[in-house]
């Protein structure tokens, strides 16, 4: 009988760690430095070593294990073989196969967005759900779908690149893809900034926008809370571009909840009446009652998602 | 050891039905008439009544039958019921159980559209992928999504309703589902005989689709492979929304391969061509090398695809 499972989230700068049970309940939470010297070839063992001590330390039949579930900054197939990974300066990297070696426990491995979105499914703002989109509305738009319980990760590993598919028509500047016109041009925190600089440079009107030296998406929805005119037409403006995008999404996978989670979430409910209104106008009639709900789980959601990969 | 499968597919004036060898061969193939007369109540009798007597004629031992998988053009959930179907007369029917009960046979159900391209899957124009999005190009658009080899029913049965997504911000017209800019308004047959007339309303310029009595979207590509321009301009409206809604897709599920079609995937590698020329343009990088193929089971996708439901 299996009772325990760890779930690790590897990040560029710290790898975050957690023992759970296996029912989702948190035994212990923690961090170690990620070392992406010698093309990060000793992140692999430090991880395999701090397994090996929480085991010890919490007096862990090995036997009551029922693995390790890993999230990583890029793309991994269905092996959990990582192609690659820029910010752990890794290439391919075998990873389930390796630390299963280091380690003598089951060990999947994941996309860390996708990871996420299946923590809050496990335990955050979908729970109960096997039919989620999670939208992660940080620098960029980072996307995971669940459909039956299970990420999809797609044929080339790009499932659920939702940050990157085409949102506006007449868009002249280029995305970090390549593109023009990318929903998280218009749509994560960076976008919204983007959006909010055009409208203020578009009119005289007043704004308190106007008053901040840099204006963010904290900025805006800030403003929308204090009934700014001209932060209310850019958090529509959002609204619209985000709402449409999701509809569209859902006459593919027909989520039964949209998370919204990443830094521009932290505003609150306030956003997802803005994505909600433009969703229920562009979504096909069976899809309009699909619900959204704020991410719950914050930085956590990777170690929940890691852990439950080795639960299904 | 299971030898065999029945592969059957309602429709609204017969019912197909083939008997299946495990590895996808077909041993037969029939129809019978669909009584939708008592509100559809006949129909899952006949369909028990042709079963039993092909098992017979056959000489078929019914351990070495895997089950009969079943069609029907409506949402199907989960568990096999039909939450309706118009074309049948039915409201909600326990499909899957009823017909289990009437046949002794396991049974498995599933929509029509999606479970044709299951079959396009197994032995059609997607033979060998396991990550699909099939495109059918008829009066409508129907859609069927494969991820990891299984049809994405969602959360309300619509999965893969991508016709009713969003495509266009300044129609004016209103689509049958009661939005406006759904992608089958300018991409279906009926879409693009639409496109046309527009086009040739719009100018004097001379074309040959100025000669059909009823422009379709065979007249059309006849156009195209004429080399009319205002038909090639029409091909390329067309190619451009759906390749990019198609683009957009693929950031959701990300296929493997495209299998187009229906009525309009006729016209052959043309229509591929002017589809993948606009989703290379819009596609997010990993996912640009999706494949696109034509349809190759026609209108036996569907028994193929029920047949197929219960080997899963």
Request: charged residues 25%.
């Amino acid at each position: 009988m299996k009772k325990y499972c760890f779930g690790i989230d590897i990040g560029g700068t710290s790898v975050k760690c957690g023992l759970f049970q296996t029912d989702g309940k948190v035994v212990d939470k923690w961090e170690i430095p990620t070392r992406t010297e010698d093309n990060g070839s000793r992140i692999l063992p430090d991880v395999a070593e701090t397994i090996g001590k929480k085991i010890k330390e919490k007096n862990l039949n090995p036997e009551e294990v029922a693995g390790a579930g890993i999230g990583v900054p890029g793309p991994v197939d269905g092996e959990g073989n990582v192609t690659m990974a820029v910010n752990l300066h890794w290439g391919f990297v075998p990873l389930a196969k390796e630390l299963s070696e280091m380690t003598g426990l089951t060990v999947k491995a994941g996309n860390d967005a996708n990871v996420a979105a299946l923590g809050e499914m496990w335990m955050g703002g979908a729970a109960g759900s096997s039919n989620v989109i999670m939208v992660t509305l940080g620098t960029g738009i980072g996307g995971g779908i669940i459909v039956d319980g299970k990420i999809v990760t797609g044929a080339h590993g790009a499932g659920g690149e939702i940050g990157h598919s085409h949102a506006v028509d007449d868009m002249e500047e280029t995305c970090n893809c390549g593109n023009k016109g990318c929903l998280e041009q218009v749509a994560s925190a960076t976008g919204i900034a983007r959006l909010a600089r055009k409208k203020l440079a578009s009119t005289d009107r007043p704004s308190v926008m106007r008053k901040a030296p840099n204006v963010s998406a904290k900025t805006v929805f800030d403003g929308v809370k204090a009934g700014d005119d001209l932060a209310i037409e850019v958090a529509e403006e959002f609204g619209e571009y985000l709402g449409k995008a999701l509809a569209i999404f859902a006459s593919v996978s027909d989520p039964e909840v949209f998370v919204i989670g990443g830094g521009v979430s932290k505003a609150g409910q306030v956003v997802l009446d803005y994505i909600r209104k433009y969703y229920e106008k562009y979504a096909f009639s069976s899809c309009k009652e699909a619900g959204f709900a704020l991410a719950k789980l914050g930085n956590d959601a990777g170690i929940y998602g890691a852990a439950k990969l080795v639960l299904e």
